[in-house]
């Protein structure tokens, strides 16, 4: 072959690399700027084209469990020497509480006049009821309700050894954590009888103290009326109002709240669960 035709072959070979080039080119652009690229031709046979090693980025350097820093390990709460009373927050906010459940007969009647009202509250629980009442703390955990630890079986504590407030408490965690999803940060004592090591085993179990600022004494079954005139006579911002949802007939305790509710909403109040600061 002659010295021209192989320079002018030679050229025609470099002007269909340049194109291809090109074509490859204006395809990432597009999908950059949004536009709507043309099918690239076959590729040309050959080895695969050698990528250099990507440089380290941010992403590389996260771990495996997710992006972001590390997550701390929750903080255990401080050793008090008495329960909390109240709720700090803004406005005309207030905690309603009901102890000694769950109980069949009772609670979901609480629960149906909470969600129709679309408000969250607290339960602390005693572990043997729940036991026997999973699906009443799983529904719980459903529509946003705060279950805390209320001991297994309601004991007086200031009358057991160490290791059976542990216990009280470590079973109704435990039982709480398999029924509700996780284990409780509150606790309250039985009869609102405290002691030292109440308060440290709960401090140890990750839980915090609370106690109420208004207590129904439903539990004496004093009638509907009467247990809606004590809430409302006590509330007010921070309150924290003591009912029962177990423990004895809370038929009385189930009608006060659907009087209630509705008339604490209407003065403006909002009922609400408290916020951790050690988590």
Request: glycine share 10%.
């Amino acid at each position: 072959m002659k010295k021209d035709q192989l320079l002018t072959r030679r050229r025609a070979l470099l002007a269909g690399a340049v194109a291809v080039g090109a074509a490859g080119t204006a395809g990432v652009v597009a999908l950059a700027t949004g536009g709507t690229p043309e099918a690239p031709s076959a590729p040309a046979a050959g080895a695969p084209p050698r990528h250099l090693p990507e440089k380290p980025s941010a992403y590389r350097l996260q771990p495996l469990t997710g992006y972001g820093p590390p997550r701390a390990a929750p903080r255990r709460p401080p050793v008090r020497h008495e329960p909390l009373l109240r709720i700090s927050g803004r406005g005309r906010t207030m905690v309603l509480t009901f102890d000694d459940g769950p109980d069949p007969r009772y609670t979901p009647g609480i629960l149906d006049t909470l969600r129709e009202y679309d408000v969250r509250a607290m339960f602390f629980v005693c572990g043997e009821m729940a036991s026997y009442n999973k699906d009443l703390l799983a529904r719980m955990a459903d529509e946003g309700h705060v279950v805390g630890n209320h001991t297994w079986s309601h004991p007086l504590l200031t009358k057991l050894r160490r290791g059976q407030i542990r216990s009280e408490m470590e079973r109704t965690s435990d039982v709480i954590e398999e029924a509700y999803g996780e284990r409780p940060q509150w606790f309250r004592a039985p009869y609102g009888a405290w002691n030292r090591a109440a308060f440290q085993l709960g401090a140890e179990l990750g839980m915090e103290p609370l106690a109420w600022t208004v207590d129904t004494l439903d539990w004496t079954t004093p009638g509907t009326g009467t247990i809606v005139d004590r809430v409302e006579s006590g509330a007010a911002p921070g309150v924290v109002v003591l009912s029962h949802d177990a423990g004895g007939d809370r038929s009385q305790s189930v009608r006060a709240l659907r009087r209630y509710l509705p008339q604490l909403l209407d003065s403006g109040y909002h009922i609400t669960v408290p916020r951790r600061q050690y988590t």
